[in-house]
T-cell receptor, first 114, second 115 residues
């Protein structure tokens, strides 16, 4: 079974631009979560989508948005990029059912903002 | 709100020595607890998890963790470190009654294994 895939793996943008990152979950997983990882702030939850609806949202500005498609694939968008948005963005998918359900993580997209 | 504290951002151990990584959580109700490992330029991989039942949990690669409700702790151990254990380790929690799958992570502990 294929794991969580994220594209692209690396991205370089300049301040003020916008970016779209893509995540394909494991087949059958309908929940997709996004996290931002930086050396200073660690791993922070961005948002979660389930059945095309945002179920949870972290404490990030409105420049960060996401969506989920009917095939459970998800995208996140960051508009008006700032230097501080440079980070590893991780996507995770989950098979619903049971409290101990595991999140499976993709390899991440490393975004560098110049 | 839940929080997770990992004591020590860096730990150095000798090959063959005990690995002990500390994790404490703050929650009025014991949450679901997880340990993840991250190797360079990779995503996170689950080592083990505590849901309910047995408080000593065994995971992959020889790791285990013990849930102690009275101490609100979930420390990770491995009896004998191997060079391949060099990585960053994250403790995470999810609320027992939480809707959805949001994880709250600790700050991480980077493990260095000396030959």
């Amino acid at each position: 079974k294929a794991g969580v895939t994220q594209t692209p793996r690396y991205l370089i943008k300049t301040r003020g631009q916008q970016v779209t990152l893509s995540c394909s979950p494991i087949s059958g997983h309908r929940s997709v979560s996004w996290y931002q990882q930086t050396p200073g702030q660690g791993l922070q939850f961005l948002f979660e989508y389930f059945s095309e609806t945002q179920r949870n949202k972290g404490n990030f500005p409105g420049r960060f948005s996401g969506r989920q498609f009917s095939n459970s694939r998800s995208e996140m968008n960051v508009s008006t990029l700032e230097l501080g948005d440079s980070a590893l963005y991780l996507c995770a998918s989950t098979l619903e059912g049971g409290g101990g359900r595991e999140q499976f993580f993709g390899p991440g997209t490393r975004l560098t903002v110049l | 709100a839940q929080s997770v504290t990992q004591l020590g951002s860096h730990v150095s151990v000798s090959e063959g020595a005990l690995v002990l990584l500390r994790c404490n959580y703050s929650s009025s109700v014991p949450p679901y607890l997880f340990w993840y490992v991250q190797y360079p330029n990779q995503g996170l991989q689950l080592l083990l998890k505590y849901t309910t039942g047995a408080t000593l949990v065994k995971g992959i690669n020889g790791f285990e963790a013990e849930f102690k409700k009275s101490e609100t702790s979930f420390h990770l151990t491995k009896p004998s470190a191997h060079m391949s254990d060099a990585a960053e380790y994250f403790c995470a929690v999810r609320g027992f009654r939480a809707a959805g799958n949001k994880l709250t992570f600790g700050g991480g502990t980077r493990v260095l294994v000396k030959p």
